[in-house]
Structures are given as C-alpha cells and as structure tokens.
C-alpha cells in the first residue's frame, strides 16, 4: 500500500494539479495523435450536484452518497454494462429451487484498506445492519425485509448462505446495493452518526480525506485484491449549481458534469468546447416528479392531487425548458422498462379541468383575494425543490404560475440538496419536486408499498393503498416474467388513478466529460455510473502529443 499523503503533500499535489491545468481550452486543443491504449495514474475530479450526507453505505441517503461509496467499498454482486449480474466480492453464487437461499462463495482475496481479510461473518454482520431500524438503512433496508436471520448462517470464512422467508423475483439484483462493512471497524461507537466522514472498506480506493462542502479525496489501493482501476486519485468536488459547474468544466476545473437543458441546447454544437469537450445525451431509468405528502390533508383526496396534476403544461415543459430532449411520463415505470403499460395515458395540461374538479369538493375564492378556500382553509403549500439546477428552478417557478392561475398559492423553497432531502426523508415538506433513478428491476416496493414509509423505506409521500400493496407483493413474488408484467400493468394504472406522484418528464441525461477522460462508456438504462466496469474503467490520457 503506498504511504498516504502528509497535508503538506496533498495541499502541494492539489496546487501543481489546479496549476497544469489552468490553461485555456484553446491553448489545450492543439491536433494529436491518439492513442487508445489505457494509462495508469493521473487525477480524475468529478462533480456532484449536492454533498454527500455519509460516507456510510448503509445509511446511504441518495445518489451521492452512492457514487462516492462505489469506489470505496465493492459490493456483493455488480451489475454489467447490460445489467446483469457478475461477480463483485462474491466470485459465485447458487440460489436454490424455491428461491429462498442464496449460496455465496467470497473472493478468497479480498481485503478491507486496513489490510484485514474480508469475511463471511462481516457480510452477515451487515446484513444486520441493513434491516435493524436503527440504522435506517431507508435505500436499501426494503430490499431485506423478507430477511431471514436466523436461517442465514456462516458456513465458513468465505462462504455464506443468506436465507429468505419468501422467494423474492428481484433478490439477487439487490445485493448489488450489500456494501459489506468490516465488523471490527462498524461494530464499535454510534453506528449512524460515527462513519459520517470516515469509511473502512473492501473497495479500489481508499479515502484521504473528506472536507464537508468542498471535496472528498481518494487515493487508489496499492493493495487492491481485484483487478485494479487506471486512475490513481478520484476528487469529488460538490457543485451544487449546474451552471457553476459548467464553466468549472469549460475551465478544465473539473472532468464531468450533467449539464442543464439551456445549456445543452446553446453550447453542445460549439466547435470550439467540442475540441475537448465529448458531449453524451441518453435516456436513461429515472424521471422527474413533484411527490405528494399525504400527511397533510390538503393532499390527502386522490382527486385533489389528480386535478394539481393537470395544472402541469408537460408540453411546454419539454418544448421550452428541456427543448425537446426530454418525455412526458404516465407512471412509474419508464418507456423502456417492460413494466411500462402503453395504455396508461399521460394526464395532460387542464387548468379549466382542475378548477372544476376542486370546486366539486368544495373549493371556490369566496373572499376574492385570489386563492381558493375550503371553510376556514386556504388552498397554499410550500414547494421544495433542491437549489442548483436551473431548470428545476424554472419548473417549479412554471408550477407556481401556472397554479396561481387555478386560485392556488404555492411557495417555492429552495434549500441546499443535503438539507433538503433530510426534510423530506423526515416529512417535514408539503409538497416536493425531485427525480429518481431507478434500478434495473421495476420492484417499486421502497417508493410505494404502505410499509416503506420513513424510516423503512422512502415512501416519504406517505401512500397507502391496498390494492396497491397487493400488486406489489405479487409481482416480488411472482417469477414468471409474463405474469409479473400483468402485474405491474396493472399497477401503472393505479397509481396513474392515485396520483401519489405528479410525474412530470423523464429528462435525457445530457452529460459533458473532458477528452482527457477515456473508457467513458454509457449504459442503456443505467448510464455512466454504477454498473461494473462503468467510472472504475476510466483512465486519463497523457497530454495530446503534437
């Protein structure tokens, strides 16, 4: 393992870093001969849109949190470019005939970055971790709910045989969210609140340091048990504002970002920024949406939350801030997922319709102030949206306008990403306008099933239907693929019918990644990140020879 860096030595590492690479693009882009063949070493500094909220994988919160933990610590199984599983830390695996054991075999020569051997007794350790509510495990504990401890056994130091009380259709994909934590190092203190900004794990890299709101540092594994990453330093800058971000991209500050749709549509066809600048636009399993807390009654009725959905102009929506690089969403499940029921219409723009429908329960402007009332109750709520993302923003100012017109008054609330997705993961919200990526199964159990809710699951809506919960467990259950899609038709159209959700686009990823940066691959459906080899398969090219 190489010796880590003194702060003298990474503040000096830091300083020549920003200075080489402070030319201009232009001075940068001089003709080159390319060559493909991939390199070791190098820096690699990517974006995130919002800091992360711990470096703890169980008690990951977000995307974030993940993306910074997948270079950390290896997961059970991986997912491919075609989201299939392959090996991660367990080099194989048997599921039995009625699909409630599964048998897996551990790299023999796994380490943790202490230099310890990974053990079977550390992934059962986590797997305790993972459905103990005190650990609020919300990404992943729904996954594991059907967890059966006290089957689950350790066979021996690499060998564990995990145990389900029902056969679950989606189960193996999960493990690719099992981050095994070393029981020696997480068994000790506060588990939530103790490994916020530390992490022990059995991943490529290891972390030099984390500066909340600044920058994290890892440093590639001289030690690495598996096959070993190109890129010897990763450095997560948070970049909460895209379009900060994108002149840090244009200034060479950073090597990848998401890019706003304004800024796609002005910038991509640049001849200029496409000299260093590889331009990336694909769909990708995620959408948009504003989520409905049912905790407070103005949400409560079904019909409420279907009439504020036609309050929504999807087509300007797409035209006018995505410029036509995004899809209007009926549900759920996206176009490209096998879950997607085709018949399930979108609920299109109607604010005549919506103040018919909310007059018939009783809501009119009888004091003629503007704003709908309901007796003494005023139609008024607060929009959280995440500061950063110029069109959210503008979204979200398109909803308050567009709801004015109906008589409903909406206050818009923009709090940095970290603080307000603990709001809404506590429920302290009204109403608020995010995304989700989702994962290559359509299980929709964490996000909608009644036992998700916080600290479950992150079915922070609050969204309780029976019918609902019936389709939802059937599917899991269900391993005939067919049967499972008539499920999941089904269930598209009732949350379509319960709007629990306003779905509002799925946006196209639109990405901007320096040239310096090869074997940037996309997935179909994942993307970037995430999937096995995917951003561990990166290498930096030495500078363009004349």
């Known amino acids: ?45 990517r974006r995130l849109d919002s800091d992360i909220v711990t470096l703890n994988p169980v008690a990951a919160h977000g995307r974030y949190d993940t993306y910074v933990a997948n270079y950390l610590f290896t997961p059970m199984i991986y997912i491919d470019r075609g989201l299939q599983p392959v090996p991660g830390l367990a080099k194989s695996w048997e599921v039995s005939k009625d699909g409630k054991l599964y048998h897996f075999e551990l790299d023999p020569k796994a380490t943790f970055s202490d230099g310890t051997p990974v053990r079977a007794s550390d992934v059962l350790f986590t797997l305790r971790k993972i459905v103990d509510p005190n650990s609020e495990a919300l990404q992943i504990s729904g996954s594991f709910e059907l967890l059966d401890l006290a089957h689950t056994k350790v066979v021996d130091d690499h060998t564990i045989d995990v145990v389900f009380r029902e056969p679950l259709a989606t189960q193996l994909d999960r493990f690719k969210d099992v981050f095994v934590l070393p029981e020696h190092v997480y068994s000790k203190g506060d588990f939530r609140n103790d490994y916020i900004a530390t992490a022990v794990g059995s991943g490529p890299y290891k972390l030099v340091r984390r500066d909340v709101g600044k920058a ?70 995620n959408y948009n949406y504003i989520g409905w807390n049912e905790h407070n009654p103005l949400f409560a009725d079904k019909r409420v939350r279907r009439a504020l959905s ?39 723009y109607d604010p005549e319709g919506a103040k018919k429908i909310l007059g018939g329960l009783g809501w009119a402007d ?14 008024e709520f607060d929009l959280l949206a995440l500061s950063g993302s110029a069109t959210g923003k503008q979204l979200v100012q398109m909803v308050q306008a567009e709801m004015k017109k109906v008589g409903i008054s909406v206050n818009i609330l923009m709090p940095d990403g970290a603080t307000g997705i603990q709001r809404v993961l506590g429920g302290n919200y009204d109403a608020t306008y995010l995304s989700w990526d989702l994962d290559p199964d359509p299980d929709p159990y964490a996000l909608f099933h009644s036992a998700s809710m916080p600290p479950h699951g992150q079915n922070f809506v609050f969204y309780s ?6 389709l939802i467990d059937a599917a899991r259950r269900e391993l005939d693929r067919s049967k499972r899609k008539e499920l999941y038709w089904r269930l598209h159209e009732v949350l379509s019918e ?18 310096r940066v090869r074997g940037v691959d996309a997935s179909p459906g994942y993307g970037l990140f995430l999937w096995y080899p995917g951003e561990l398969g990166w290498w930096i090219a030495s500078a363009p020879q004349k």
């Open 498 to 515: 319960d709007q629990p959700y306003t779905w509002v686009v799925q946006a196209s990823a639109k990405w901007g990644i320096n040239k």
């Open 366 to 379: 009888r004091d003629n102030d503007g704003v709908l009332e309901n007796g003494q109750k005023k139609f």
């Open 1 to 45: 393992m190489k010796r880590p860096l003194t702060w003298l030595s990474l503040l000096l590492a830091l300083c020549l870093f920003a200075c080489k690479r402070e030319p201009t693009a232009l001075q940068q882009t001089t003709s080159a001969v390319v060559d493909d063949t991939p390199q070791d070493g190098g820096t690699l500094v």
């Open 216 to 285: 994290i540092v890892l440093e590639r594994r001289a030690d690495y048990w598996g096959t070993k990453p190109h890129i010897q330093t990763v450095i997560f800058k948070p970049i909460l504002d895209h379009g900060t971000a994108w002149n840090a991209l244009k200034k060479q500050e950073i090597d990848e970002t998401l890019i706003a749709s304004d800024t796609w549509f002005r910038e991509h066809n640049d001849p200029v920024l496409n000299r260093y600048i590889d331009f990336r636009r694909f769909y990708t399993l």
């Open 310 to 348: 036609m309050c929504i102009p999807t087509d300007a929506v797409i035209n006018d801030l995505y410029h036509g690089t995004a899809r209007a969403m009926s549900g759920q499940f996206t176009p490209d997922e096998w879950a997607y029921n085709p018949n399930v219409p979108v609920i299109r």
């Open 465 to 470: 239907s029976a019918e609902a919960d019936r």
